[in-house]
């Protein structure tokens, strides 16, 4: 072979091995560095936007559902059938001398149909004293409303009742409970009392028997009204609302509920009356729409909160207020400031969670 042929195929061959040389590949390592690092930051980026739109949209929702229940319960304040508007006509057959309703009449008085206790009320704190608040949270309000717009799911198997009448016959078996607070009502008068009948019987019962739940009924020597034609049989709604803690220490909204009347010791009025309806509530401020002038208008004159209501009959509207805070920290940069009755709302330092507040207004029907 040729000396210079072979020289030309060893360069070749030589140039054809060549790698990449050190700073080719600290070239191609810093640009994959900052592929990489763009990469990171888009995931990070976007797991964050994730975090922060799902926690908004888990508050929306609370906030949704929180203001529709409440607005729920609110609208129908002070329905108790046909005797609307009409205490003379409604008869309550409650145990009014019993314990948990002397003292206590605020769960029970369906006339008296709301109540608020202002959260700047010291007394506020001491609500429910025989059953303490589960967690009450300090300067948030409290509210209570009754009425009787819940259907029964029963119907009576007669078309009249005696004033001297104890029990009453329902077509349906399995549907009532005992201990449960029913109205009967038709164009004759109302009737408020607690039924003493085993549940799921045909039969409703005010007999004034001890029972295991109070606040238990008047002697049956109590007449009630005398019905006729259109007796609607109807259940009592009675609920207490607060922001309070749960047993893991977080706050919420909670409803403690009274229309299966109350056990008699504390601790079992908290354990199966106490419940929490949203958590993340953190503050529930509310203004009353009374009617100072009286009159046929019913038109609301001012809102005021709960210490300034002199006549509770007289109000007509309620404006419910709720600040909501989600689960999850590291949320925002900073503590988040907004709006909040007539005011401004500003998170603590370093809480970096997300707040949202609701407010809504609503007419009391049964009012107006």
Known sequence: MNLHVARLSVYSQ???????TLVELMVAMLLGLFLTGGVIALFIGTKQSYRTSE??????ENGRFALDYLVQHIRQAGFNGSCTNASDLFNNLLDESATGYAGYEYRYDIIDFIRGWDGDDAATAGLEASAPLN????ETD???????????????????LASDAISIGVNETGVSNKSAIYVISSGYGCDLFQNTAA??????????????????NKATSVAINNHFDGMVVRRFYSGLYYIGTNNDGKIGLRERLF?????KDSVSIIADSDQELIAGVVDMQIEYGVDTIGGEDRLVNRYVKANE???????????????????????????????FEGGVFTADDGDR??????????????RL
């Open 55 to 60: 926690q908004m949209s888990v508050l929306q």
């Open 309 to 339: 209501v002199t006549d509770w009959s007289q109000v007509l509207a309620v404006k419910v207020s709720l600040l909501l805070r989600s689960d999850r920290t590291n949320l925002v940069e900073s503590p988040m400031s907004l709006p």
């Open 14 to 20: 030589s140039i054809q091995r060549r790698g990449f």
């Open 259 to 263: 229309s299966d009347g109350h056990a």
């Open 142 to 160: 409290v509210l209570i409303v009754k009425h009787a717009a819940m259907p029964s799911g029963l119907t009576p198997t007669v078309d009249s």
């Open 353 to 366: 969670r997300l707040y949202q507040a609701f407010t809504t207004t609503v007419a009391i029907r049964n």
């Open 199 to 216: 549940s799921g019987a045909a039969t409703l019962s005010r007999d004034s028997s001890a029972s295991e739940r109070g606040p238990e």
């Open 135 to 138: 967690g009450y949270v300090a």
